[in-house]
T-cell receptor, first 114, second 112 residues
Framework: ETGVTQSPTHLIKTRGQQVTLRCSSQSGHNTVSWYQQALGQGPQFIFQYYREEENGRGNFPPRFSGLQFPNYSSELNVNALELDDSALYLC?????????????FGPGTRLTVT | QKEVEQNSGPLSVPEGAIASLNCTYSDRGSQSFFWYRQYSGKSPELIMFIYSNGDKEDGRFTAQLNKASQYVSLLIRDSQPSDSATYLCAVNVNFGNEKLTFGTGTRLTIIP
């Protein structure tokens, strides 16, 4: 167990709808990264938040947005859902400090868009 | 050329033997390297990380890094059926908490 939690576990949405996924980071960690993992693929980086600011973004459109709160928990919001957004969404928690770059994943949220 | 490449497998290894998983990366500026294990239907679990050239051992696992040749490998000694999973190689270009770039993973099966 990494101490990283995500909710909900599973979600079914219709194309065009909006969704919010939530993540609580491991105690003591100040950085949260979000990844999308399609079936049979490795996780793809969406963005990272450090101290409530976006700290890097992958090749995802603006309808993917996020937030980090003062307690370091985070949300991923996806607007105008498309069928291709169906995937496992992973949150990874880490501590941003010298010589500590490891990221620990939560259990993920399985999103199905119909 | 993909940024991080792995042989997708499946790789079948007899129980008790050594499993060898390989990964190559394209960005010479890559600084930190990670191996994750992912069971079917579960999220990735960090099992090894390495930042310097050479070998790093942790129990039955050994990570090997060769920056000149741009490859990183994972050896699993005394393979157990519970080691059957997909192994993901991940690379971070910066010494900072920015993105991990993953390979597509190698599916490993340990045969009893």
């Amino acid at each position: 167990e990494t101490g990283v939690t995500q909710s909900p576990t599973h979600l079914i949405k219709t194309r065009g709808q909006q969704v919010t996924l939530r993540c609580s980071s491991q105690s003591g960690h100040n950085t949260v990264s979000w990844y999308q993992q399609a079936l049979g693929q490795g996780p793809q980086f969406i963005f990272q938040y450090y101290r409530e600011e976006e700290n890097g973004r992958g090749n995802f459109p603006p309808r993917f947005s996020g937030l980090q709160f003062p307690n370091y928990s985070s949300e991923l919001n996806v607007n105008a859902l498309e069928l291709d957004d169906s995937a496992l969404y992973l949150c990874a928690s880490s501590l941003s400090q010298a010589f500590s770059y490891e990221q620990y994943f939560g259990p993920g949220t399985r999103l199905t868009v119909t | 050329q993909k940024e991080v490449e792995q042989n997708s497998g499946p790789l079948s290894v007899p129980e008790g033997a050594i499993a060898s998983l390989n990964c190559t990366y394209s960005d010479r500026g890559s600084q930190s390297f990670f191996w994750y294990r992912q069971y079917s239907g579960k999220s990735p679990e960090l099992i090894m990380f390495i930042y310097s050239n050479g070998d790093k051992e942790d129990g039955r696992f050994t990570a090997q890094l060769n920056k000149a040749s741009q490859y990183v490998s994972l050896l699993i000694r005394d393979s157990q059926p519970s080691d059957s999973a997909t192994y993901l190689c991940a690379v971070n270009v910066n010494f900072g908490n920015e993105k991990l770039t993953f390979g597509t993973g190698t599916r490993l099966t340990i045969i009893p």
